[in-house]
């Protein structure tokens, strides 16, 4: 069999099993989900358990303790939230009126300058406010038939999360007992990294929502909007969604304005306040707090925060970041994949080079490495 043969043959090989490992994540998303978002918690958290386990001297009650000081605060957070929640739901019909009346004046100012018919007016009102009213009660509803999901999620994670606490140090030896001891350094210093990048990102992150809710709930305050916590919250809460998630967090109350004031001016202002809150944590918070921990270029994002979302729904898009910079950084030490980890890279624009000096040898062709393991079998 010629070299292109088996090339061609090793290629098909890799795309069947990226193929099949994208179906088992689907598939699995009831069970790697829970699991993905309990590593991170637990990456997360082991700095305080670690801390706690030197006085306690045990690591149940090290772990027991660290869960207690992360759940107060974290549960009456969420508590505030969801009464919030509650009360814009129970009046989510009078907003939806509210918002007919508000388009029966546009429609009326239309008729009147651009020759639009009442009739018109009638059956659009008809067919899309409807929908309108419904859309917010079709989602309590499956909210309410998923809420077994929601609970078993809840559930597990936190009990994944316990364990991986538990047994973190037996998992990270059962790991370095797969390579021999040349390679242990390599591996330790490969988990060192990504520990200490997922650390940073979801540290930053957390810091970064805590002050866009701040601040958006102090200008929406001011402003006069309704549930002021409750939409600035939102809004910083979808900010780990890159790029989009905060321009969804604006729409939302600014609809909810348009609902609810009476004035020009407030609609408006809320566009102004979450632009200007946008544009200063893009150009100053996020730099100054998380920085480059994540270290991968702006396309890459957008195609991981699709592919998750496309395999996981909302878990994925929330995963998708943490995971891709893991791929990056297990790729930066592996030399068939070093290209990829710097085409990954947010400085790939500035060592775009490298590809044609220092990445130049055989030992970086993804295609000798297809060839050469063909001819090894």
């Known amino acids: 069999m010629n070299s292109s043969a088996l090339t061609s043959q090793r290629l098909a090989s890799g795309l069947i099993i990226i193929a099949l490992s994208i179906y088992f994540l689907i598939v699995t998303k009831f069970l790697l989900a829970p699991l993905a978002f309990a590593?991170?918690?637990a990456i997360m958290m082991q700095p305080l358990t670690d801390f706690l386990e030197g006085y306690l001297k045990n690591r149940i009650l090290s772990i027991l303790l660290t869960f207690i000081i992360v759940l107060i605060p974290l549960t009456a957070i969420i508590t505030l939230f969801s009464i919030q929640l509650i009360n814009i739901m129970e009046s989510l019909p009078d907003i939806a009126g509210k918002i007919k009346d508000g388009i029966n004046v546009i429609f009326g100012w239309l008729e009147k300058n651009t020759g639009l018919s009442p009739e018109d007016?009638?059956?659009?009102?008809?067919q899309n406010i409807s929908n309108l009213i419904e859309a917010p009660m079709g989602f309590i509803s499956t909210g309410l038939t998923t809420s077994t999901t929601l609970l078993f999620n809840i559930v597990f994670t936190i009990l994944g999360l316990f364990f991986f606490l538990l047994y973190r140090v037996g998992i990270l030896n059962f790991m370095l007992m797969q390579f021999g001891p040349r390679s242990r350094e390599e591996f330790q210093e490969i988990i060192h990294q990504i520990r200490g990048t997922i650390q940073h990102y979801l540290y930053g992150m957390l810091t970064v929502i805590g002050i866009l809710a701040i601040l958006n709930s102090a200008g929406l305050w001011i402003i006069g909007i309704g549930y002021p916590f409750f939409w600035g919250s939102l809004a910083a809460l979808l900010a780990i969604i890159p790029y989009i998630g905060t321009t969804i967090g604006g729409i939302l109350p600014f609809v909810y304005a348009i609902?609810?004031?009476s004035t020009f001016w407030q609609p408006v202002a809320v566009i102004l306040l979450y632009g200007t809150v946008q544009s200063i944590e893009g150009n100053f918070i996020t730099p100054k707090v998380v920085g480059s921990s994540v270290n991968?270029?702006?396309?890459?994002?957008?195609?991981?925060i699709l592919l998750g979302g496309a395999i996981w729904g909302v878990a994925g898009v929330v995963l998708a970041l943490p995971t891709v910079a893991i791929v990056k950084l297990i790729f930066d030490h592996i030399d068939v994949l070093k290209p990829i980890g710097l085409l990954m890279s947010d400085k790939v624009y500035r060592e775009e080079d490298k590809f044609l000096t220092e990445m130049d040898h055989d030992r970086h062709r993804f295609i000798n490495f297809l060839k050469h393991r063909g001819k090894d079998e």
Do not use: D, M
Not at 121 to 126: A, G, I
Not at 296 to 304: E, H, R, T
């Open 121 to 126: 007016r009638k059956s659009w009102v008809q």
């Open 259 to 261: 609902a609810t004031v």
């Open 39 to 41: 590593v991170l918690f």
């Open 296 to 304: 991968v270029n702006p396309l890459i994002a957008l195609i991981s």
